[in-house]
């Protein structure tokens, strides 16, 4: 049976009285934590109009971590929040080592062409024995974490890293090998004129036709996702893949992509368009999708959901992936946008 801390009953949840006890509970709470932030909080209450975007979005992620420990507290999961926090940071070296080696040296510093003539499996027996006899993405990204911190130590270790990893992002094999990871990927280019990227083009007497390649065929089964989605793995992938734009005011997916507003009229929004006309105006809802990627990237998954309910109190029956209208008007124009903050 669910118990909750400070003497609440469930039932005070459904129950204004009972929202105004807990929120003078949390209040009390962060002015022990933090006095001021609690001021902060309190003067935005009173005058949410008068708080800039960008200091909302603030005021949010510094609430955050007070938020999640508060709330471990009242349903009593302090052990399960803290484990799951544990979880976040243990994958945090994929989502490092993707970015800066990756990303930034293996796919740029070492050619397809070279790539072809490298040995995978020798490269990987190789690297199995540094890694103590076991080779997985979360174990090469933790090794290459902790040599990237010392490199002249670690020249060799780095050189076989770097040529295992331009093997497994630039050639068939190794694309093969690591189809169902995150590590050896690059974010997709996107052609809006050729969406369809697994699909085979026939034309017959005259008659163009197209079928999905068999490995894509996905059958819808009544209303599910014709997907399984993603796990933690997957989804930190994408929280980390976000360029968290609200810190440059430029989080389209969530206020929509803008033109230039007029001289004359500077409070004017007017949104763009996509290739095929479709206006780019982001998330209906507004969900703050840079902020809650930033909250579940820090390892704070309750204040991420909590910052979604904020404009999306549906959001546990709606549905956990972003919508097709913050899909659109993600600031990655050329590239895949960023989707699922699941689970
Ligand atoms: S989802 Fe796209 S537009 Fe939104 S913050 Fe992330 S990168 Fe920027």
Known sequence: MLRLAYNLEFADLYRREGLVKLDAHFLDFLSAADAALKERLLAARADPSALAQKDESKLLLDLAPHLERFLSQLFGIADEVLALARKHDELG????????????????????????????????????????????ELTFATHVDAWMKDEAAHARELDLALKYAAWALHTPAGRRAHHDGVLFKQPAKTDPYNLLLHARRETENGVTTYRIEPDHLRRREGFKLTDPGTDLTGALDQANYCIWCHNQGKDSCSKGLREKAPAD????????????NVTLAGCPLEEKISEFHTAKAHGLPLAALAIITVD????????????NDALK???????????????
């Open 93 to 136: 070296p994929l989502y490092t080592v993707k970015r800066q080696f990756v990303q930034r040296r293996a796919a740029t510093k070492i050619k397809p062409a070279e790539a072809e003539g490298f040995d995978g499996s020798a490269l990987r027996r190789e690297l199995t024995e540094l890694f103590g006899n076991r080779f997985d």
């Open 312 to 323: 999306n109190p549906m959001a546990a029956a709606t549905g956990h992936r972003l919508g």
């Open 265 to 276: 009229a500077p409070q004017q929004i007017v949104f763009k368009k996509s290739v095929f």
């Open 329 to 343: 008007a993600c600031i990655n124009k050329k590239k895949k946008p960023v989707n699922i903050p699941q689970p």
